[in-house]
T-cell receptor, first 115, second 112 residues
Framework: DTGVSQNPRHKITKRGQNVTFRCDPISEHNRLYWYRQTLGQGPEFLTYFQNEAQLEKSRLLSDRFSAERPKGSFSTLEIQRTEQGDSAMYLC?????????????FGPGTRLTVT | KQEVTQIPAALSVPEGENLVLNCSFTDSAIYNLQWFRQDPGKGLTSLLLIQSSQREQTSGRLNASLDKSSGRSTLYIAASQPGDSATYLCAAGSSNTGKLIFGQGTTLQVKP
């Protein structure tokens, strides 16, 4: 399977705990995006990387959130001191700045539940 | 600030009907517009991508149009089937970052 993969698919954690999600993009894609989606809403942009450089972060990304993309391959999104308001689906997407017109391909998402 | 709106929020049609989903955006300086399908609890599947220089794209029973001057895009689904039942999302792509600004989606139910 050469699509975008995300792990874990589901995560249940207690308030105050730290969680980390992983995204593996399509191998030849140099751009990687993180979005958050709550029930009944469209996804909201969180941050994106071009290769290993994090080029933009949304105001939604508080200082409890950090994302990395070492060596421009997979990416991790960490949430520290989770709050109930962090419960959402976290989606990762990748695209290429070459051919394809920046078309984004999404992974299956990680559903986070904070109790 | 780009804002994307989709109307209607929900739609129920009998099988076989042709239908149109609407998407509007406030800033015409988009790089592209992408339509997605999302099944309950799942990720997003890309349906069609329209570049800012294009007017429409077609894939099978789907046809998407783009009118930048009026800030509108439509997704036309021909001969709808129960398997088309899902939430359809449109997203406007930023010119420099490629980040997508999404509408809230239209939830479609096609009844057999």
């Amino acid at each position: 399977d050469t699509g975008v993969s995300q792990n874990p698919r589901h995560k249940i954690t207690k308030r105050g705990q730290n969680v980390t999600f992983r995204c593996d993009p399509i191998s030849e894609h140099n751009r990687l995006y993180w979005y958050r989606q709550t029930l009944g809403q469209g996804p909201e942009f969180l941050t994106y990387f071009q290769n290993e450089a994090q080029l933009e972060k949304s105001r939604l990304l508080s200082d409890r959130f950090s994302a990395e993309r070492p060596k421009g391959s997979f990416s991790t999104l960490e949430i520290q001191r989770t709050e109930q308001g962090d419960s959402a689906m976290y989606l990762c997407a990748s695209s290429s700045t070459g051919t394809g017109g920046f078309e984004q391909y999404f992974g299956p998402g990680t559903r986070l539940t904070v109790t | 600030k780009q804002e994307v709106t989709q109307i209607p929020a929900a739609l129920s049609v009998p099988e076989g009907e042709n239908l149109v989903l609407n998407c509007s955006f406030t800033d015409s300086a988009i790089y592209n517009l992408q339509w997605f399908r999302q099944d309950p609890g799942k990720g997003l599947t890309s349906l069609l991508l329209i570049q800012s220089s294009q007017r429409e794209q077609t894939s099978g029973r789907l046809n998407a149009s783009l009118d930048k001057s009026s800030g509108r895009s439509t997704l036309y689904i021909a001969a709808s089937q129960p398997g088309d039942s899902a939430t359809y999302l449109c997203a406007a792509g930023s010119s420099n970052t490629g980040k997508l600004i999404f509408g809230q989606g239209t939830t479609l139910q096609v009844k057999p």
